[in-house]
């Protein structure tokens, strides 16, 4: 989306973009012993170098979804909309939080055109498992730290990351019950992202059958 002309804005952000740099990492996830740049960090990054060459950057939530805009002092403008998944869990409204606050700061972000310095959604660190761990090969805690971690955790789109990074350090079967902790978390118009994800896992025979049992009874 755009304004009908953006000439101006086009040339006060390229102005402005060898000026940005990445936004530093500020904060760190307990759960997978990471760093990243939040959204403080990054509107700190950003709005200072955008306001220099007379550009605004401003982020409305309607709800359904927040636009991020890039205002130039001309009046051009672009824009672009990000869905926001509906708040969720024990507490919806700190769920909704959560999400918009994850998705302001990527879409900040991408609208100017820098790269985060920030792993805390797609390349999370497995944690290590404890020293005191009985299981010979460590996975069995391992699982169990995610379990704990996508059951705490508020965002689907975290959730889902940890996920996938479980998949890179688990074996299938100790794999199964952090799928089951994130369904048992996962609202019913984000279900279809989870039943994808077992989809590409291709489980079969009694595993399937206790993840689709699962799945049925949060999507019932």
């Known amino acids: 989306m755009s304004s009908d002309k953006i ?9 402005a973009q060898a000026e940005l740099t990445g ?10 012993r990471s760093e990243y740049a939040d959204l403080d960090s990054v509107l700190r990054a950003v709005r ?6 007379g ?8 709800g359904e979804a927040l636009e991020t805009r890039l205002v130039h002092e001309s009046g051009q403008w672009i824009a672009a909309r990000t869905p926001v998944p509906p708040g969720g869990g024990k507490n919806p409204a700190q769920s909704y939080g959560a999400s918009l606050s ?34 010979s090969n460590g996975k069995g805690d391992l699982a169990s730290q995610y379990i704990k971690a996508v059951s705490e955790q508020e965002g689907h789109e975290y959730r889902m990351a940890s996920l996938k990074a479980a998949r890179k350090v688990l074996s299938s079967d100790d794999l199964l019950p952090v799928i089951e902790a994130v369904l048992k978390s996962t609202e019913t ?5 989870v039943a994808a994800f077992i989809s590409d ?3 079969q025979g009694a595993s399937r ?7 049925k009874q949060v999507a019932a």
């Not at 059958?209 to 799945?215: D, E, K, S, V």
Request: with cysteine; hydrophobic share 40%.
């Open 209 to 215: 059958q206790r993840l689709m049992a699962a799945y």
């Open 201 to 203: 896992c291709n489980y």
């Open 55 to 62: 550009i605004a950057l401003l982020q409305l939530a309607d």
């Open 48 to 53: 200072p170098v955008l306001n220099k060459h």
């Open 102 to 135: 994850y998705i302001r700061r990527y879409a900040a972000a991408a609208i100017c055109g820098i790269a985060q310095s920030d792993d805390d959604a797609e390349s999370y660190e497995a944690p290590a498992p404890s020293s005191g761990n009985s299981n």
């Open 23 to 32: 936004a530093p990492k500020n904060k760190r996830n307990p759960h997978f």
């Open 189 to 193: 118009a984000d279900l279809g992202n």
């Open 7 to 15: 000439d101006k804005l086009a040339a006060a952000l390229c102005r």
